[in-house]
């Protein structure tokens, strides 16, 4: 009898498949995204395209896969999603070197500027070509304008792929603000439960209860809001603005990730979950009701009664137009603190303690 092809007994047989299938289900395959192939343990960058359309060339994505050797989740972590924050695009910088993929369970992938034509002409809130809020027109578009052509990138080759989301803003330009997170309650439990995780891991000590998001995954309208309809656990986190690149709003974003990566299992070390947050629940951008100079009358953090004078518009020959005050007692989370102001614009943003967090069932 040929020894090559003679039988294997019956249990050395299944214990090499039961070996082969468990190797199978642990090892990471390489990650391939806009035409990137991150292999396993190493790190990749490259630019998603957005095609070009009506009046413009479309334009790029750039991001970093940082593909663990070990499998878990795929974490999206996503700056400059407005033209004018900076902290974020910067503390991704810092986290691109300092995620070591050798130790990394799972992939982190950052997208280190997510809206390059506002970012490179320096627009806030508006994109240069569409006049269009990019965190307003998720999940976007294929063939629409520039801001949801990129929005429909973003949706389709970053958020599909990934468990968890975070966009990570800032005070645009002209917004003076205290650092905090939006927690989303509208989606189904399971991913409010983990999205609630997810805010305590990135240790923002105010947190926003947002109760007003759409659950539609077809009209999700904000970026963090189109992963949680699609079943994803995400947050949107605020720490930086007014054009600012200071150093503690930076770290505080690195100190966050870190955080997250901890509590998601993909590291061993990390920092803490936020221990005593304050839960914020009745919340409202406040409007100017005319176009002038606006004039702030408080800062970010600032405890505020019922009444107290937020900010003053008047006309460019200084008579006063409008005093916008609070409409109810709360903190001062961000300020409109540059003097254009247009007619229907945010001038800040106050929120009012919980009283409790909400049961999710
Ligand atoms: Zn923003």
Redesign the pocket.
Known sequence: MNRCTRRMPIPLTLLLLLVAASTSAHAQTPFVMGGVTAATGTLASGNLRVPGGTGDDGTVIPFTVVHGSRPGPVLALIAG??GV?YPPVLALQRLRASIDPRTLSGTVVLVHVANMPSFLSRTIYYGPKDGQNL?RVFPGKRDGTLSERIAFVLTSEVIDRATHVIDI??G?GNEWLRPYSYWVVTSAPAVVASSKDLALAFGLDHIVIDTERPNDPAASVYLANTAMTRGKAALTA?SGGWSRTDEESIARIEHGVEGVLKHLGMRTDGPPPVAHPVWLGRNEVLRSAFTGLLYPMVEPGQTVAQGTIIARVTDFHGRVLEEIRSPFAGEILYVVATPPITKGEPVGFVAERAPGIPEIK
């Open positions: 999603t407005h924050e965190n803003h800032c645009d605020e």
